[in-house]
C-alpha cells in the first residue's frame, strides 16, 4: 500500500478520496484483472462503476457533471490504479482527453460530451500515432479536407488506447497539409460515422487489458462543427497539453515502482534458500537498500512536479524530464524485482511478472526515452 502520510501535496480530503479508490478497486478492479488480461479489454461495466464512483475525470466542471476538482485527486487514481497493476484507460480519459474538451470545446461539445465522460457511458481516445508517424507529430498524414460544411477524413492510427471500445475519438489530423504544424487539427469523430472501422484489437507484451487498436478512416464525413478550437491550432494545443500527459506517464511509473518494489520484499522476506530466506543474503537487503533510496527520490521529486503543475509552472521540459526519470526508474526496479524472485518472477502467477511487462512501454509511448532527453536537452 502507497504510504501518503508524510506527503505534503496532499491533506485530510485527499487521503480520504484515496480510502474510497482503494475500495472501490478493491470490489471491481483486483477481482476481474486476470479475466481482463486474458479477453483483452475492461468491460463496460467497469467505466460504468467508475463513473458512478467519482472517480472519472473529477477536474470537470460542477456545471458538466463533473466534481470541479483540482489534478491531485487525478493523482490519487493515478497512483492506486498503476500500484494496483491495472493498465485500464480510464487515466487515459480523465487525465488526457477530457481536457482537450473542457480547454479546447466549444460549449456545444462540453455539453454533449463531458457528462457522459464523467458517468462512463461515453468512453474516449486520442488517435495521434501512425504507422508512419510516432513521437514526430508533425509527420501526420491523416487527411481532414474541407467539402462545404463537412470535413472528410481519411487516413489511418494505431497503438490507439481505448480504440476498441470508443465512442468519441480526438483524432490528429492535417486540414492543410502544405503548411507543416500550421496545419494541424484536432476533429471529434463519433465512433458510430460511416467509413470509420476499427482494426484487430492489437497483440502486445504488456497491458493486455487496455484494448489497443488500429483505426481507419475511410472519406468519414465530419461536421466543421466538431473541429476541437481553431482550425489549425491543433499541434499547439498538443503541446500545451503535454506536459500533464508526461505528467501522468510519470505517476503511473514511480506508483508502479514502488508495488514492484514492495512485491520483492514481500517474497524475498518469505522464500527460503540455504537454510535463510533471501532477504537475509547481503546482496538482497543491498539491491533493495538502493532502490528504496531512488524511490524515496522519486517520490519527492513527484510531488514537486504535482506542486509545480498545480501553480500551473510545471515546464514542457519540466514535465519530459519527470516522464523519463520516473519511468526509467520503474524499469530499473522491476527487473530488478523479478531478478530477486528467481525463476518465480517468470511465472506469470506472480504480479511481478504482469509489473514488468506492463512497465516497458512507459518508455516509449508519450514520447520516448530519448525524445524526453531531446527535450530536455533544448531547455540546457
Known amino acids: 500500500m502507497l504510504d501518503t502520510a508524510t506527503r505534503p501535496v496532499f491533506d485530510a480530503d485527499l487521503n480520504l478520496f484515496r480510502d474510497q479508490v482503494r475500495k472501490f478497486y478493491d470490489r471491481a478492479l483486483h477481482p476481474n484483472l ?58 487515459l480519459q480523465s487525465d488526457i482527453v477530457v481536457d482537450y474538451i473542457i480547454n479546447y470545446g466549444s460549449e456545444e461539445q462540453k455539453q454533449r460530451w463531458l457528462p457522459g465522460m464523467v458517468s462512463g457511458e461515453v468512453i474516449t481516445a486520442i488517435a495521434m500515432t501512425e504507422p ?13 479536407i474541407r467539402d462545404g460544411n463537412h470535413y472528410v477524413v481519411s487516413g489511418s492510427k494505431t497503438y490507439i ?12 489530423t492535417k486540414t492543410d497539409p502544405a503548411a507543416g ?63 500533464q500527459e508526461r505528467l501522468q506517464i510519470a505517476i503511473a511509473g514511480q506508483a508502479g515502482a514502488q508495488r514492484a518494489f514492495d512485491e520483492a520484499v514481500k ?7 540455504f ?13 533493495l537498500a ?55 518472477g517468470y511465472m506469470n502467477e506472480y504480479p511481478i511478472a504482469r509489473l514488468w511487462r506492463d512497465a516497458r512501454v512507459q518508455r516509449i509511448y508519450g514520447g520516448t526515452s530519448e525524445i524526453m532527453k531531446e527535450v530536455v536537452a533544448r531547455s540546457i
Open 275 to 287: 537454510k535463510q530466506t533471501v532477504f537475509d543474503f547481503q546482496n538482497t537487503r543491498f539491491t
Open 267 to 273: 517474497f524475498t522476506k518469505e522464500r527460503k534458500a
Open 132 to 144: 508512419g508517424a510516432g513521437s514526430d507529430l508533425q509527420g501526420v498524414r491523416t487527411t481532414a
Open 290 to 344: 538502493a532502490l528504496k533510496a531512488k524511490l524515496q527520490a522519486g517520490w519527492a521529486h513527484l510531488d514537486w512536479c504535482l506542486a509545480r503543475h498545480l501553480d500551473r509552472q510545471l515546464t514542457a521540459a519540466e514535465a519530459s524530464a519527470a516522464k523519463l526519470f520516473h519511468t526509467e526508474l520503474q524499469w530499473e526496479v522491476c527487473d530488478a524485482a523479478l531478478q530477486l524472485h528467481g525463476g518465480a
Open 181 to 243: 504544424s500550421k496545419g494541424i487539427s484536432l476533429i471529434l469523430v463519433e465512433g458510430d460515422r460511416d467509413g470509420f472501422k476499427r482494426g484487430r484489437n492489437l497483440d502486445k507484451v504488456g497491458q493486455n487489458s487496455a484494448d489497443t487498436s488500429e483505426l481507419f478512416f475511410e472519406d468519414v464525413r465530419i461536421p466543421i462543427t466538431n473541429c476541437l478550437g481553431e482550425e489549425g491550432k491543433g499541434f499547439a494545443y498538443l503541446m500545451n497539453q503535454l506536459p
Open 161 to 172: 488506447t481505448n480504440g476498441q471500445n470508443a465512442d468519441l475519438i480526438i483524432v490528429v
Open 34 to 91: 486476470d479475466r481482463w488480461e486474458e479477453e483483452g479489454c475492461v468491460d463496460r461495466t467497469f467505466w460504468l462503476a467508475a463513473g458512478e464512483a467519482g472517480i472519472l475525470c473529477p477536474q470537470v466542471p460542477e456545471e458538466y457533471g463533473g466534481l470541479g476538482l483540482d489534478y491531485r485527486f487525478n493523482a490519487v487514481i493515478g497512483e492506486e490504479l498503476s500500484y494496483a497493476g491495472s493498465s485500464a484507460g480510464i487515466t
